[in-house]
């Protein structure tokens, strides 16, 4: 009987298991996630000239002779011009050309040749300038803006110059005449 | 104390006795451990800033596939049965700013390839194409690293990227082999 | 269960390239100079009414023979002369002479007709030449700018060839040439 009591006791270290969810097997994702940017950008393609020589201004015989004689649309092309963003803008700015001989004009002369620089295929709206120096030379820069492109876009631009003018038709006064354009591309919002 | 004597005292009785017989009892201890695969870190993040080239030549503003090629991070994961396999799916980097077609010239979208190496298994996956991850590879019993890996990156056309944020990401998939829990034998 | 000690890897944005080309939103193309040359220029402009010759007329009192002391002829006006550039006016003239009686006359006579000629509203100083004298330094005048204007050339102050007192030889045709020239100074 003692014999069985210590079996008994034995018996009594059951051990217990802590009661286990028998939990179904699942699979288990992680993930890496990856990010970038990219900056707005403009650029403007290399010109396919960087001046515009436009050799003897006047004409030297016949009616109209000693004043601006017809000079033809001349053009710079920028191939490859692009902005990555929406929202951007062309603005042209223009100088007059004006003499080097910087003397006040005598009666019935101009030092000034006034003309229009137009820049195409960006926005459906050119962005053009006319210049409007006096005979004088005084006033000679102009700018204009284009309309805005509404996505990134990546065209071939075309500067052209025309329109060659002086102020009243006046003879020109002898010299070396030069004036200049400059073209932005860039957002069409003001910061 | 004086039990205590007294069973020293019965038991050296019932040793000087061998008469009375002894009976032994077994109890079977059972329990089971499931299948199962766990992701204890289970994110990761690459940022890799500017993506595309930069200066002023003919690739200007295209992306600059050294930027996510090669980049690597560890996620930590562990799989406790030897039919666990293992899965990855790249997304494409999608510009989040700018959610309209690309025009013409220009792409808002990166493609790459994604590799992830745990215990010596990898899992590869393309962000180009169909959508869905690549074949799942047997990975086995492990605990330690899962490597992830980017390379291959391109752009649709290889165009101009539209300027914005990209976000794009690379999904790791561990699966146990499907079981239930057995009681041993 | 124990988190493994994970080297998760910070954010690890490449660093740019230092070197690059600036980029930017805003892109410059230009100055872009726009030339030309205007070279120094005259035009003598066009003679009024077209009539280029000065018409004197008889030269003689007839009931004298003698050179008359009222010779005078409208000048000639020069419209739209114009220089680009600071400009010379020099003026020259020949002697009034008959055309027929080519052979020095006898005694009593003279063939010749002096005169002065004048180049004025170029300059402040008239440019003059006097047929009869031996140098002319005033004949010829410098504009110091550019300039557009109406050149008035004008003949005086006759006298006879070899003294007032000669009676001119008989001839329809005595003539002389009175030159502008307009010219880029130098």
Known sequence: MTSLKA????????????????????????????????????????????????????????????????????????????????????????????????????????????????????????????????????????????????????????????????????????????????????????? | MRSTYLIGFLGIVACAAPASAQSTGTVNINGSVADRCLFTTPSATISVGELAQPGSGTNAGRLDASKLDGQTRNLVGWCNGTAATMSVEALPLLNID???????????????????????????????????????????????????????????????????????????????????????? | MRLLAASLTALAALALPGTAMAQSTTATAGPFPVTGNVPGLCSGGTLSNANSSFALGVLIDTATGLRRTDLAAPPKILTGAFCTVRSNISISATALQSVNNIAAPGAGFSRTVHYTASASGWTTTPATFATGSASNPGSSQERSTAFQGDISVGIGSFSTGGGEGLRLVADTAYQGIVTVTLAVAN
Do not use: E, H
Request: proline content about 5%.
């Open chain 2, 98 to 185: 700018f959610t309209a077609a690309a025009p013409t010239g220009f792409d808002r979208r990166v493609d790459y390839s994604a590799a992830a190496v745990a215990n010596a298994a990898t899992a590869t996956d393309t962000s180009v194409g169909a959508a869905g991850g690549g074949s799942a590879v047997s990975v086995g019993m492990f605990t330690g690293n899962v490597a992830v890996t980017l390379s291959s990156s391109s752009s649709p056309t290889s165009g101009l990227l539209v300027a914005g944020t990209y976000q794009g990401q690379v999904i790791v998939t561990l699966t146990p082999n499907v079981s239930f829990g057995q009681t041993s034998q």
């Open chain 1, 7 to 191: 079996t008994a006791a034995a018996l009594a270290l059951l051990v217990a298991l802590p009661g286990v969810a028998n939990a179904q097997s699942t699979s288990d994702d992680a993930t890496v996630d990856v990010s970038g940017t990219v900056a707005g950008l403009c650029i403007l393609g290399d010109p396919s000239r960087t001046s515009v020589p436009l050799g003897q201004l006047i004409n030297t015989s016949g009616p109209q002779v000693g004043k601006l004689t017809a000079i033809s649309a001349q053009t710079i092309n920028l191939p490859n011009s692009f902005c990555n963003f929406a929202g951007t803008n062309l603005r042209v700015s223009a100088q007059a050309l004006l003499s080097s001989d910087t003397n006040a004009v005598q009666t019935g002369f101009a030092r000034a040749v006034n003309f229009t620089s137009t820049v195409s295929n960006w926005a459906t709206q050119n962005a053009t300038v006319t210049t409007a120096a006096a005979a004088g030379g005084a006033t000679p820069s102009a700018q204009g803006t284009g309309g805005t492109q509404p996505a990134p876009k990546i065209a071939d631009l075309t500067l052209t110059l025309n329109g060659f003018t002086v102020p009243s038709n006046l003879l020109l006064v002898a010299g070396t005449y030069s004036g200049s354009v400059t073209i932005t591309l860039g957002p069409a919002a003001t910061p």
